[in-house]
Structures are given as C-alpha cells and as structure tokens.
C-alpha cells in the first residue's frame, strides 16, 4: 500500500503566498513623463504625435546613471530660443519629461508630420556638470564611427545609434571594437565643435521599416524606448 504524502498546512500555505513587489525607488517615484510627440514649448514644432511603438525594445538607458532629464536644448531656458537664464537652470533639470523627437530643424525627416526635424532627443544627465557622467553602449554591437564629438555604434539588432556631445578625450572605444550593453562610450559634455550647445546628450536609432510599402533606413523616434529603459534603470535592472 502506497504512503501518502502529507504536506504540513503552514508550509502549503507559505508555498501558495505570492513574494510581496520590491518597494518603488524614490526616484520611481518622482519620475512623470508627458505624452509622446508632446513638445514643449509648443513654439518647437510638431511632435509625432501617438506613436507609442518601441522601437528599441530591451535597450539600456544610454547614460550610466540616474536622474536624467529629456527635455528641449535649443527652447529650454538658457537655449537659442528659449527663455532668458542660465542652462543650468535648475527647472532644466527636473521631471516631467518631455519628447523633442521631430522638434524644429532643417534635416529632412520622413515621420515627422513637416518632413523635418531632430532627429533625436536630447538627454540632460543628473547635474549640469560635463565631463562627469559615462554614456553607455545601449546593446552588443560594433563601433562604426568615432567622430570629433561622435560616436556611432551598430547594434547587433541592425539599428544604429548615435550619441553626440561627448568630451573627445575622453571616448574609450575605437572604430572597430566590439563593446557589450552597458560598456562605457564617454562622458558626456557640451562638445559641438566650434557651435555652442548645453551639457547634454544627444541621442538617435535609425533602422529600416517600411514606408509606403518601401523598406527605408530612417531616424526612428526613441521616445517610448527610452521611457522604457529608464524604468528599468530606477528599478536596477537596466
């Protein structure tokens, strides 16, 4: 005859409890972002607006650490059309977020609603200190293209991701070198040869989607992606 196997009740009902969520971060907690293809100001043009897609699904957040700010550069306070102040501001670096994706500028840009636009967004990193904050390599790829304030890295998804602004001495990575998700690019600073900027990142994805039925190589908004990835970084699982 078969013994049967008695479980105590206490440890079933252990068994059968569910582990309680981790506490939210402070800075989950602070965190709000406006809707995607919401610009602000408005004077900066026409976001895409309701393209919730990620396009990057996975990615890590492209700056080592958090906080960090996406807002507009060039109609933040302090910039070329922006309000009079410092780009230091500190209303520069707080939250809510804001997409700058499509924002106003001369490059042609097929998804944006006027044809063209930024081609990225822009990313202020925790204070407005340069050379002090690492970008980071959001996916295992190859460096393509070291530049006087660029660098490029092809993501093994075939998307190709620039990051611009950063301080020239600084860069660790070759063309050519493989680097892994999450290896450190360089720190981030206000480098823009001889134009002036503010201490920030500029970040972009470009890959191939279909455009009216056409396979096209284009700058996709990295908006939703980012969102994404740096919930997953306040959660320390970037």
């Known amino acids: 005859m078969k013994k049967l196997l008695i479980i105590p009740m206490l440890l079933l009902a252990t068994a059968c409890q569910q582990k309680s969520p981790t506490p939210m971060t402070d800075e989950e907690k602070k965190f709000t972002f406006s ?97 002090k904050y690492y970008a980071v390599a959001v996916e295992d790829g190859t460096i393509t293209y070291i530049g006087k304030y660029t660098v490029k890295l092809r993501g093994k998804s075939g998307r190709t991701y620039r990051y611009l602004h950063l301080d020239s001495p600084s860069v660790l990575v070759k063309r050519g070198a493989k680097v892994s998700r999450g290896d450190k690019l360089g720190l981030v600073s206000n480098n823009m040869g001889s134009t002036k900027t503010s201490i920030h990142l500029h970040f972009d994805m470009k890959e191939t989607i279909k455009i009216d039925g056409k396979s096209t190589k284009v700058y996709v908004p990295p908006y939703t992606s980012l969102v994404d990835a740096y919930k997953r970084l306040l959660r320390g699982n970037p």
């Not at 100001?41 to 996975?58: E, F, H, L, V």
């Not at 230091?88 to 809510?96: F, G, H, W």
Request: aromatic share 12%; with cysteine; net charge positive.
């Open 35 to 131: 809707p995607v293809g919401k610009l602000t100001p408005t004077k900066s043009g026409q976001g895409r607006n309701g393209d919730n897609y990620i396009y990057a699904p996975g990615i890590r957040f492209p700056i080592e650490s958090a906080p960090a700010y996406l807002n507009s550069q060039v109609y933040g306070i302090g910039g070329l059309y922006g309000a009079k102040g410092s780009l230091c501001d500190e209303k520069n670096y707080q939250y809510p977020w804001h997409d700058n994706y499509c924002e106003k500028r001369r490059w042609g840009m097929p998804l944006c609603p006027g044809g063209k636009g930024h081609q990225g967004v822009d990313i202020r990193t925790a204070t407005c200190e340069k050379k």
